[in-house]
């Protein structure tokens, strides 16, 4: 079993940043690929970007590429996405997610509760 819980969202300007966090309870994190999604009110979750277990591979949606970067630390079961330049079409709870597959759908075991980021000026 895996538990993740998300930080780091809140309110940000047009064109500022954000890192998310995510972090995991269990022992054998380092053996799942890790992503990130969100969902906009009335929009379904969409995919961001995944990072893959030990060869840390890693996909990213077109609208996100150059903006968001995914990284993980597995010494402390932790999954990073700095995201830079915000746009108010970023504005969504974000998700992380863990599974045995490294994939862009939703095909992940576990899930986060979410962090709500929401850009504004």
């Known amino acids: 079993q895996v538990q993740l819980v998300e930080s780091g969202g809140g309110l940000v300007q047009p064109g500022g940043s954000l890192r998310l966090s995510c972090a995991a309870s269990?022992?054998?994190?380092?053996?799942?690929?890790v992503a990130w999604f969100r969902q906009a009110p009335g929009k379904e979750r969409e995919f961001l970007a995944a990072i893959g277990s030990f060869d840390r591979l890693t996909l990213y949606a077109d609208s996100v590429k150059g903006r968001f970067t995914i990284s993980r630390d597995n010494a402390k079961n932790t999954v990073y996405l700095p995201m830079n330049n915000l746009k108010p079409e970023d504005t969504a709870v974000y998700y992380c997610a863990a599974g045995r597959r490294f994939t862009r759908t939703l095909n992940y075991d576990y899930w986060g509760q979410g962090t709500q980021v929401t850009v504004s000026s």
């Open positions: 269990g022992r054998t994190f380092s053996d799942y690929a």
